[in-house]
């Protein structure tokens, strides 16, 4: 019984930390057979795993989140249907410490803001969306795709808001 009421204490005193930014993904380059697949990324300037400073991230994820940096975001479109195929987001430490990427154990929360007015798409099991091959967080889900297709555009960069929530 008292460690019941020590868990229910502990938890009342846990308050969710949360940082917003503006995410511009450039074009990167064309994929497959015919280029049927655009790729959009934003790189670090200080990751080391692909090109540094690929598209921009204000403010940086590192001014709320110490030594923790957002390192790449890599999303792919099918250019005949416009879906997403692909959507994955790597974080690192800050320095780098040429890592393939971090897990960030205590996120709970990636909320994508419309660029239409749209609703936010908001995925609350985001642990369960690491990939422990790639060493990221895959989010793709038809859900995201379908939600993607209506609430983002695009051209020579896909712009976006994103918020994490996480517990200390």
């Known amino acids: 019984m008292l460690s019941n009421k020590l868990l229910l204490a502990a938890a009342r005193h846990r308050t969710p930390k949360s940082w917003q930014g503006q995410v511009t993904a450039d074009m990167y380059r064309y994929t497959g057979d015919q280029f049927q697949s655009i790729e959009y990324l934003y790189s670090s300037e200080k990751q080391q795993f692909v090109e540094p400073g690929y598209g921009s991230l204000d403010p ?7 030594a923790m940096q957002i390192a790449m975001i890599k999303i792919t479109v099918d250019t005949h249907t416009m879906l997403l195929e692909n959507c994955r987001l790597w974080f690192d430490n800050v320095p780098s410490n040429l890592r393939d990427g971090i897990r960030f154990e205590k996120l709970s929360k990636i909320i994508i803001h419309s660029t239409t007015g749209g609703e936010p798409f908001t995925i609350s099991d985001v ?17 995201l795709a379908n ?17 994490l929530e996480w517990y200390e």
């Not at 642990?127 to 859900?143: A, K, V």
């Open 127 to 143: 642990q369960s969306c690491w990939d422990n091959i790639n060493m990221c967080y895959d989010l793709f889900s038809e859900d």
């Open 147 to 163: 939600w993607g297709y209506t609430n983002l555009t695009a051209g020579s960069t896909l712009g976006f808001t994103l918020e």
């Open 60 to 66: 940086l994820l590192e001014t709320v989140k110490a």
